[in-house]
């Protein structure tokens, strides 16, 4: 399996522009995750999702930021508009199943940079 | 918020040397897990022990964990170069989402 895939990799944008970040979770995988890393905060979870379902979005920081997930193997997390305290890297992780012992598998992540 | 609290935040030894890493959380457990991040990289699963558990090994790892005190440690023997990263404990007090700690940074000299 090709593990859990980003992109952009990079990202660089104005402030006021839409930011969309994808992701394809391992295959399989019943749970998708997105979080966001700075040096300020650490490692926050923004949304996860079970069976294609948002479970908890608790983290998510504002309305400007909204997650969706179509299907099983696609993953959107859009901000809009962008701002640069947004500048983080985000990333998306799966995992197979829940009330069991489990292990996330993490994407490369989006290095997102907000001028 | 975040669950759990690495100490030290950063920690450089020699090769060959063992590294000692602690996480402190806040609430009760199930699991708790320790991560590895390599610089510009996501995180990947080093080892899981269960909150009726209180040590595992898995090759130069020794992870315990004492639930009295709501603390874990990892152990890394004969440190390599190539274990320079940043180790993250989580856990997963509620629910199916797991809550990472703050983070060590570990820079290993050859």
Redesign the interface.
């Known amino acids: 399996d090709a593990g859990?895939i980003q992109s952009p990799r990079h990202e660089v944008t104005e402030m006021g522009q839409e930011v969309t970040l994808r992701c394809k979770p391992i295959s399989g995988h019943d749970?998708l995750?997105w979080y966001r890393q700075t040096m300020m905060r650490?490692?926050e979870?923004l949304i996860?999702f079970?069976n294609n379902v948002p479970?908890?979005d608790s983290g998510m920081p504002e309305d400007r930021f909204s997650a969706k997930m179509p299907n099983a193997s696609f993953s959107t997390l859009k901000i809009q508009p962008s701002e640069p305290r947004d500048s983080a890297v985000y990333?998306c992780?799966s995992s197979r199943l829940?009330?069991a012992?489990y292990?996330?598998?993490?994407?490369?992540?989006t290095r997102l940079t907000v001028t | 918020s975040?669950q759990g609290e690495e100490d030290p935040q950063a920690l450089s030894i020699q090769e060959g040397e063992n590294a000692t890493m602690n996480c402190s959380y806040k609430t009760s457990i199930?699991?708790l897990?320790w991560y590895r991040q390599n610089s510009?990289?996501?995180?990947?699963?080093l080892i899981?022990i269960?909150s009726n558990e209180r040590e595992k090994h898995s090759g130069r790892l020794r992870v315990t964990l004492d639930t009295s005190k709501k603390s874990s440690s990892l152990l890394i023997t004969a440190s390599r170069a190539a274990d320079t990263a940043s180790y993250?404990c989580a856990t997963d007090a509620s629910?199916?989402?797991?809550?990472?700690?703050?983070?060590t940074r570990l820079q290993v000299f050859p």
């Open positions: 859990v749970y995750f650490g490692l979870l996860y079970n479970i908890d990333f992780a829940a009330g012992p292990e996330q598998y993490f994407g490369p992540g | 975040q199930n699991n897990q510009g990289r996501g995180l990947v699963h899981l269960r993250f629910t199916d989402k797991l809550i990472f700690g703050t983070g």
